[in-house]
């Protein structure tokens, strides 16, 4: 699990390499109570649970929807985000696996819910049925629950950092970048917006929370985990603000051009929702134009940063030309 990103490694490379120690560490924290070495269940609770058929059965359930979403596909785009700006501090590579696989936790609970029937209602996700189709509305529901809840206790856990301090400012980011001031507001904001004109900034603004937040997060994260000076963490954050803008835009482009086996996922969605976004407030091309600028704009962001910031850069170019 010990293998620090090499300023020689191609972007390609350097992803699979981060989403190879990610899966491990995923893998791990949602196995199976039986065989979990982690902070599942408690000794306590693990006692009880052998006493009670039924807890160790809802346990595996639930961890079963949880593991069917999270540990196969996934670009990994922001668990990787984590482990480069970590990489630009000398952060340990297992502490920043750990902040990561909290964030993927949160991003792949984000998914699940986003894809419900009350909210997007799609059928595919990573290229499989989504949760919901696999195991059921409930189910789905309390997956990306359990996943959320999950993330906050694997950052409480001094495996990310042996300074309390700093467990604690991730946790709080984080729940910020992730709750009613970030993500969740951002996907209601989302919802409410369908079949109303916004304006451009009402979009951005839109976008920001809705994924702007979780990537500046991720972002950070390395930064916090580094106790980089504030100025160092400001810049990341503004890079991933830009970058996570472009990727947006990429999305709803996606949205349009793409098609369902590259993305693995429903295409031709926004426009039968009426969503707004800045494709459609300013068409395809200038839309394409636009991200081309966010990242052009993102990657001066790193300037200070030396050539251990070539993945990030690397990555803000290949956010706008992915095709999944
Ligand atoms: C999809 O995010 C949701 C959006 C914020 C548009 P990704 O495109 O990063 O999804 P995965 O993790 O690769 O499946
Ligand atoms: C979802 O945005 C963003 C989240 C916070 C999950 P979209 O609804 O555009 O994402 P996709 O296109 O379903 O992946
Ligand atoms: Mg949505
Ligand atoms: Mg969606
Ligand atoms: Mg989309």
């Known amino acids: 699990m010990n293998k620090p990103l090499s300023a020689h490694d191609s972007l390609q490379d350097a992803i699979a390499s981060v989403s190879e120690s990610l899966n491990v560490r995923m893998g791990q924290l949602l196995s199976a109570p039986e065989s979990n070495s982690n902070t599942v269940i408690s000794m306590s609770s693990k006692v009880e649970a052998t006493a009670d058929v039924n807890h160790v059965r809802g346990v595996e359930l639930i961890l079963d929807a949880m593991r069917y979403s999270t540990l196969s596909g996934g670009k990994r785009l922001r668990p990787f985000l984590t482990v480069c700006s970590a990489g630009l501090f000398g952060v340990a590579w297992e502490s920043a696996v750990e902040a990561a696989s909290a964030i993927e936790f949160i991003h792949t609970y984000s998914l699940i819910h986003d894809d419900l029937p009350a909210m997007d209602n799609d059928d595919l996700r990573r290229g499989k049925p989504t949760c919901h189709k696999a195991f059921g509305e409930a ?117 349009v051009e793409g098609t369902r086996t590259e993305t693995g996922k429903s295409v031709r969605k926004d426009k039968i929702a009426g969503k707004a976004t800045l494709v459609s407030v300013m068409g395809v091309e200038r839309a394409r134009e636009h991200a081309k600028i966010l990242t052009k704009q993102a990657i001066s962001h790193l300037d200070v940063f030396d050539k251990k910031a070539d993945n990030l850069r690397a990555l803000a170019e290949f956010v706008i030309s992915r095709k999944v």
Request: proline content about 2%.
């Open 139 to 255: 189910a789905a529901i309390l997956a990306g629950d359990g996943l959320l809840t999950y993330a906050f206790q694997v950052l409480a856990s001094s495996r990310v950092h042996a300074d309390p301090a700093v467990r604690c400012e991730l946790i709080s980011n984080l729940a910020v970048a992730s709750g009613c001031w970030g993500m969740v507001g951002g996907q209601m904001m989302d919802l409410e917006a369908e079949n109303k004109q916004l304006s451009l900034e009402e979009i951005i603004r839109l976008q920001r929370l809705k994924t702007g937040e979780l990537f500046a997060v991720s972002c950070e994260a390395g930064a916090i985990l580094g106790k980089a000076p504030g100025m160092m963490r400001k810049l990341l954050r503004a890079y991933a603000h830009d970058m996570g803008l472009a990727f947006q835009i990429t999305d709803d482009l996606l949205d």
